[in-house]
């Protein structure tokens, strides 16, 4: 019995880890694109801009232009929400999932979707911010948390 309790913690806690690695991953990955392409966006109306790429043979290659959109979208979207990422809504979904026992993957795909979405919101809750984050951000957010959710319950939601 304790054995097993042991046993279901360590799993619990390196699926968690493994779950985070790969949500992270896939959103920096769609805020990178994301933020890339308003970049190059808000880029192709800007005259310095146009006059920078005019000036040199490599940038006015589309495959390296985007390429350069994505790493700085990267920059940008990465040091914008790495300072307000939190583990704790994604943690408690997955602790009352084990300790209600939910074997459900569609409480995990949910619970993950709503932990990460609730990010944003809970970091913006401060007496100036009046509005809702931007629908693709929201989106962003619970797209990584709907997929580390599923990949939680195939880890350890099953077994729960």
Known sequence: MVGH??????VVVVSFLVVAGVALALLFALGSIWVGD?????????PQFQAFIRSDPVFQDPAVLQSLAMAFGAVVF????????????AFAAAIAGEVLRV????YYVLAGGAALAAI???AGATAE?????????M????????AGG???????????
């Open 103 to 106: 074997r459900s993957w569609m």
């Open 129 to 137: 911010a009046q509005a809702l984050p931007a629908s693709e951000y």
């Open 120 to 122: 944003p919101l809970l």
């Open 38 to 46: 308003e970049l190059r966006t808000i880029a192709a109306e800007d």
């Open 78 to 89: 990465i040091g914008t929400v790495g300072p307000a990422l939190t583990a704790l809504p």
């Open 139 to 146: 989106t962003i957010f619970a797209t990584a948390g709907f």
């Open 5 to 10: 309790f042991i046993w279901r913690g360590f």
């Open 150 to 160: 599923l990949i939680y319950w195939l880890l350890a939601g099953r077994g729960a």
